[in-house]
């Protein structure tokens, strides 16, 4: 499976980005995917996951501001970001489970500034 995430950018605190992550070589309707995120100098950390059957859960942080979503004919999982803050700029990682094995993008950078 090859992940490719794309949205991120530049933008300022209380606006908004849509993260894209778009997924070959495997499944996809089958999978669960994910988002992540690293800050500069800090653990990976889990921001949301949805399920093949569209079950949703959100890390804490983002929870009532992030919204993740698929599209299972585009093969595509995305991340709808709204009123971001400083603390969310981080580089954004897709995760994709499928029959026992975990795949990775490569990362989209987010940064908000204040």
């Known amino acids: 499976v090859q992940l490719v995430e794309s949205g991120g950018g530049l933008v300022q605190a209380g606006g908004s980005l849509r993260l894209s992550c778009a997924a070959s070589?495997?499944?996809?309707?089958?999978?669960?995917m994910a988002w992540y995120r690293q800050a500069p100098g800090k653990q990976r950390e889990w921001v949301a996951t949805?399920?093949?059957?569209?079950?949703?859960t959100y890390a804490d942080s983002v929870k009532g501001r992030f919204t993740i979503s698929r599209d299972n004919a585009k093969s595509t999982v995305y991340l709808q970001m709204n009123s971001l803050k400083p603390e969310d700029t981080a580089v954004y990682y897709c995760?994709?489970?499928?029959?026992?094995?975990?795949?990775w993008g490569q990362g989209t950078q987010v940064t908000v500034s204040s």
């Open positions: 949805i399920t093949s059957r569209s079950i949703i």
């Open positions: 995760w994709c489970a499928e029959r026992g094995d975990v795949y």
């Open positions: 070589g495997g499944i996809f309707s089958i999978n669960t």
